[in-house]
């Protein structure tokens, strides 16, 4: 476990010292501040939700669904199990941008990141790359700014995945549902034979 912590602490620091100047400190702290609570993620899903060629308001409900439970799952349950203390207050020469508050493990910023981003992706698969891209940068800037290990980043990332591909694939079978249900519903014109 000591030689894992100790590898987390080598790259958390290699990430950290990485080159800071002030223009790169304001795009990491500018990432960061728009992962903050998944806004980006709901600004995103309200321009998918209002866009001419798509109709189905209800595709903001596995959007806010999944917030939820990502809040709730990393906030409230794991943070509070854990109780890992930030690098930022952990690690003596970790350059720290900004000082955070509450508990390290595992990143929030993270666990919403990739549980919304597989969302958007499905409804929105030409911007896919998009989606996990911003997802990336954002879980980078994180490190950069001194307030996550790799570790808390990784697991957050990966748990939030395993999320919205759950309430993906909950969404996704809803709507086969109704499709089915519609085409059920529709009368079907009998054509008449000609003689």
Same mark, same amino acid.
């Given at each position: 476990m000591e030689?894992? $912590?100790s &590898?987390d602490?080598s790259l958390?620091l290699?990430?950290?010292? /990485?080159?800071?100047t002030g @223009?790169?400190?304001e795009?990491?702290?500018?990432?960061?501040?728009i992962?903050?609570?998944?806004i980006?993620w709901?600004f995103?899903?309200?321009?998918?939700?209002y866009r001419?060629?798509?109709?189905?308001?209800?595709f903001?409900v596995? $959007?806010? &669904?999944?917030g939820f439970f990502a809040?709730?799952s990393?906030? /409230?349950?794991?943070?509070e @199990?854990v109780?890992r203390i930030?690098?930022?207050?952990?690690?003596?020469?970790?350059?720290?941008?900004t000082w955070?508050?509450?508990?390290s493990?595992?990143?929030t910023?993270?666990f919403?990141?990739?549980?919304?981003?597989?969302?958007?992706a499905?409804?929105?698969?030409?911007?896919?790359?998009l989606f996990?891209? /911003?997802a990336c940068?954002?879980?980078?800037s994180?490190m950069?700014?001194?307030?996550?290990?790799?570790?808390?980043?990784l697991v957050?990332?990966?748990l939030?995945y395993?999320?919205?591909r759950s309430?993906?694939w909950?969404y996704?079978?809803l709507?086969?549902q109704?499709?089915?249900i519609?085409?059920k519903?529709s009368?079907?014109k009998k054509q008449r034979?000609r003689?």
């Amino acid at each position: 476990m000591e030689f894992l $912590l100790s &590898i987390d602490r080598s790259l958390f620091l290699l990430i950290n010292h /990485l080159p800071h100047t002030g @223009l790169l400190d304001e795009i990491a702290l500018f990432l960061s501040g728009i992962g903050e609570y998944g806004i980006v993620w709901f600004f995103f899903g309200i321009l998918l939700v209002y866009r001419e060629d798509i109709k189905d308001r209800f595709f903001f409900v596995p $959007l806010v &669904i999944t917030g939820f439970f990502a809040w709730i799952s990393s906030e /409230l349950v794991l943070k509070e @199990l854990v109780m890992r203390i930030r690098p930022s207050i952990a690690v003596v020469n970790a350059i720290v941008v900004t000082w955070p508050i509450g508990f390290s493990f595992p990143s929030t910023h993270a666990f919403f990141a990739f549980s919304l981003a597989p969302i958007l992706a499905y409804k929105e698969p030409t911007a896919k790359k998009l989606f996990y891209g /911003l997802a990336c940068v954002i879980a980078f800037s994180r490190m950069y700014l001194g307030h996550h290990y790799p570790s808390d980043v990784l697991v957050g990332g990966a748990l939030g995945y395993v999320l919205g591909r759950s309430i993906l694939w909950w969404y996704s079978s809803l709507e086969q549902q109704k499709i089915g249900i519609t085409q059920k519903r529709s009368p079907v014109k009998k054509q008449r034979n000609r003689v």
